[in-house]
């Protein structure tokens, strides 16, 4: 009974009628007066809660006022973050090609061939277009194809302009030529026959960035020099200088030898290394 009594109550006030009266306190007069039940204030109420919510979710997507709101970036924030992962992943290329660059720098310390990319890229060079006859208006002609040997790419983003034509050379080694530059053969240097004990000049002004004794080629020593260009001498029968020793073009750093399980009497094996790429000496040098 208690329990019917109850609901009985509830259907009342659902049913029941109500008014709410503005008045005059002064002269009881009526300014404004509302009609309204249980259900229809029920209703006004759940409309009032789907309006808010709908009208905060339309501020936080489409205005800027989000921003205010704790939680959200703010436009700069997000350009900033954007900015970051375009840089990130630009220094993760960068970083790659530093990694190829290093990793075939220490395959020419010890003395063994860089990695095959290298050969097959300056393979892809048209020998016969680089052998044609010269004529008196084909200096510009001259100039574009020594550019085309010298940066036949643009391989750990070095810049394509680089033309060390323009340094002047010492000969490191009076002799005879008998083994040339071939990337054909994996030979990437020449051979200069010479005078057992004769003197290894440095071919250009540079410093000393590894000098010690190899297996295969005995004692080497390598200088880097301006252009990121490095020169390499092998077989050496003594090395005069150390690793971090400034030179001087002209300047001896070593004593033809016979050293080295890859030589076959007295020489010197000479190498030109341009921006990690083997380029061939006598293009340069008058042996």
């Known amino acids: 009974m208690k329990q019917e009594k109850r609901w009985d109550k509830i259907k009342k006030i659902f049913r029941n009628p109500y008014r709410v009266v503005i008045f005059n306190d002064q002269n009881l007069h ?6 309204f039940n249980a259900k229809n204030f029920l ?35 997000r350009h900033m973050l954007i900015r970051n992962v375009l840089v990130v992943d630009s220094l993760e290329q960068e970083a790659q090609r530093r990694d190829l660059y290093f990793k075939n720098f220490r395959l020419m ?13 300056v393979a892809k060079i048209d020998k ?17 194809i020594a550019a085309e040997k010298l940066n036949p790419s643009k ?19 009076h002799g005879i030529v008998t083994s040339k530059h071939d990337l054909t053969i994996r030979h990437f240097g020449v051979d200069i026959v010479g005078k057992l004990n ?11 960035i590894y000098a010690g004794l190899t297996t295969d080629t005995g004692n080497v020593i390598y200088v880097q020099h301006e252009s990121n260009l490095i020169t390499v001498y092998r077989h050496n029968a003594e090395l005069l200088k150390v690793q971090g020793d400034k030179v001087r073009a002209g300047e001896t750093i070593a004593v033809m030898g016979n050293t080295g399980k890859e ?5 010197l094996h000479f190498e030109m290394w341009l921006n990690g790429l083997s380029i061939n000496p006598e293009e340069y ?3």
């Open 30 to 35: 009526i300014i404004r007066q509302v009609r």
């Open 43 to 77: 209703g006004a109420i759940l409309l009032a809660i789907v309006f808010i919510i709908a009208s905060v979710t339309i501020i936080i997507a489409f205005t800027p006022l989000r921003e205010y709101i704790p939680g959200y970036p703010s436009s700069k924030m």
């Open 109 to 121: 310390l010890a003395g063994e061939s860089p990695a095959d990319t290298v050969i097959n890229h």
């Open 128 to 144: 016969e277009k680089l052998l044609l006859t010269a004529t008196n208006q084909d200096s510009l002609f001259k100039e574009e």
């Open 155 to 173: 391989t750990f983003g070095s810049p394509s302009t680089v033309n060390i034509s323009n340094l002047q050379f010492t000969c490191p080694a």
């Open 198 to 208: 004769a003197p290894i000049s440095v071919a250009l002004d540079g410093t000393v």
């Open 263 to 267: 030589t076959t009497g007295p020489h």
């Open 285 to 287: 040098i008058k042996f």
